[in-house]
């Protein structure tokens, strides 16, 4: 699979509206934003559109939205405030119904070189009765062209929604008569295609997470290039009671053990596994013991990979010079359960630094310890999509880039005509009409053949 679409810089933007999806789903506590850098990470993109005087209609999600009591808790009033500090020279509004009729006649009255960012575009996933209706999710096409008539190009600048197809990316630029990716998902995907698409050798390959469900697909297409794969996290115990090992009460995918056999059968030469484990009596932070895996109490449940296959990990990610590392190794949630992701994501960020190694998060859990440990720099990419990123390295499509034009693609002339038509979201709305572009490239290709975080 090759993407070659179209970037932000391939299109005249000069004092046009422009529609950007960013992903400014962050962590808010008290209407604080806690954890700013998804916001950070637009900042590229929105600056070089402000350069060019274009009108921004900035659209994003924040968490899941399946009640009433949910549109107080997912606002996105908090973002737009911080927003306001981290760009305090430009004219930022805040517009509570993202499906407000009045929308058009609002952004005409804009300045140029100014910012509206609409509300979460998840409440139109209930109705005002607080019914799930999934407009939003589910790619509503009335939603979509209403949205894509408030502009003339759209900018698809979330990586971390970029596997959905819903109405706010692949809804609205299927209604637009243009359409791009900003620098973030340029950023994205020449980081990812690095890693699959002819990196340095060796390749050592990192997986952890609860499930080997989540995970199967990369495997199968990372093991194509890797030299080892280390397995970690709540997926190892499937593994561990494939080969017939006692797991106690570790957590295990049943329905996958016969997976799992197949991908020892098939590479088992590449796949390393845990050969001791601390443990708990209980899911709980409580002082761990440790056992080897050959001789594990069936009383006991594995929380964490122990020292000594920590020592394993490390000696081979000392000789790698790509290091790919998608989720965590034991349940680091718990401070008595992180020391092995700890001190792997040290060993990745000390080593791949002195090796002069390509090494790269994809996004998750993994990526929050290695920025809670202080790493964010330490590391040549992490990313910001977990969901996406998977999919990416899996060499899954991605239907949020996907849809986006071409390089080379002559803008079409496609206007959304919604009058007399009506947008409905729990807050009420009606519709309106717009559109207009064009050129560049970003690659990605699939390898031939190619959470430990239980909740």
Known sequence: MIYDK?????????????????????????????????????????NYL???????????????????????KRTLKPVYNHLKVLLPDVSISFEENNTNAKLVDKIKKMSTGSIILLENTRFNDIDSKGQVVKKESKNDQKLAKFWASLGDVFVNDAFGTSHRAHASNVGIASNISDSCVGFLIEKELKMLSKAINNPSKPVVAIFGGAKISDKIKSIENIAGISDKILIGGGMSYTFQKALGYEIGKSIFEEETLDVARELLKKYGDKIILPI???????FADTKPKRFKVTNFDKSYE?????????????????????????????????????????????????????NNAFTLIGGGDSASAAIKLGY?????????????????????DLPGISIIKNSGDVATNKKTNNKSKSVTSSKNSKSVSKPKETKKSITKKSASNKKQNKK
Not at 24 to 41: C, H
Not at 317 to 346: D, H, M, Q, R
């Open 276 to 282: 001791d484990i601390n443990a708990s009596l209980e």
């Open 302 to 354: 594995g929380l964490d990979i122990g020292k000594k296959t920590c020592k394993i990990f490390i000696k081979e990610i000392k000789k790698a010079k790509t290091i790919i590392w998608n989720g965590p190794l034991g349940v680091c949630e718990f401070n008595n359960y992180s020391a092995g992701t700890n001190a792997i994501c040290k060993a990745i960020a000390k080593y791949g630094s002195k």
């Open 50 to 72: 402000l350069e060019k005087n274009a009108k921004i209609i900035l659209l994003s999600h924040l968490g899941r939205v399946k009640n009433l009591d949910d549109l107080k």
């Open 376 to 396: 964010e720099n330490g590391f040549s990419h992490i990313s910001t999509g977990g969901g996406a990123s998977i999919q990416f390295l899996e060499g899954s």
């Open 6 to 46: 179209k970037n932000i810089t391939d299109i005249n933007v000069d004092n046009k509206n422009v529609i950007v999806r960013v992903d400014f789903n962050v962590p808010i506590s008290n209407g604080v934003v806690v954890d700013d850098k998804r916001i950070k990470e637009a900042l590229p993109t929105i």
